[in-house]
């Protein structure tokens, strides 16, 4: 089941969040619970959330938010993160989560934008995110 998360959510959603952060192929700053839990509480007011739930756990996730490029005033959604618990990564979880993801986009007539930072398995997410309609726009660089 895919719905919207709520505040009842955040201790799921940080722990879920934690295990996406300790995947990280790169080495990455250490989470700031506070900062984390704010966020997680902003998102789910002020932004997008869903949930992939099954027997009262939560699967995955996808977060957003709206925004803009520097030199625009046309909005988007871009994601804040998108995680699925590895146990549940050969299953339609991301899909579903993406779909409802995409739908409210369009309903909002809002464009996405995805990205996929740190973490491994890059080609298989591009050619996941391309099957279901986005266009690959680019790298990012990282001093390691």
Request: aromatic share 10%; proline share 1%; net charge positive.
């Amino acid at each position: 089941m895919i719905r919207r998360a709520t505040i009842l959510d955040i201790s799921a959603l940080a722990m879920m969040l934690t295990t996406m952060h300790k995947e990280t192929e790169l080495k990455v700053p250490q989470i700031k619970t506070d900062k984390l839990i704010s966020k997680i509480n902003e998102l789910i007011h002020n932004g997008l959330v869903f949930v992939s739930i099954k027997d009262n756990k939560i699967q995955g996730s996808i977060a957003g938010q709206i925004c803009q490029d520097w030199w625009s005033e046309e909005k988007y959604i871009g994601d804040v993160w998108f995680f699925v618990f590895k146990e549940q990564r050969k299953s339609n979880v991301a899909k579903n989560l993406l779909q409802n993801y995409i739908k409210t986009a369009k309903d909002a007539k809002m464009k996405i934008r995805l990205g996929h930072l740190f973490s491994g398995d890059i080609d298989r997410k591009d050619k996941f995110f391309k099957r279901l309609g986005f266009a690959k726009a680019g790298s990012i660089f990282v001093e390691v």
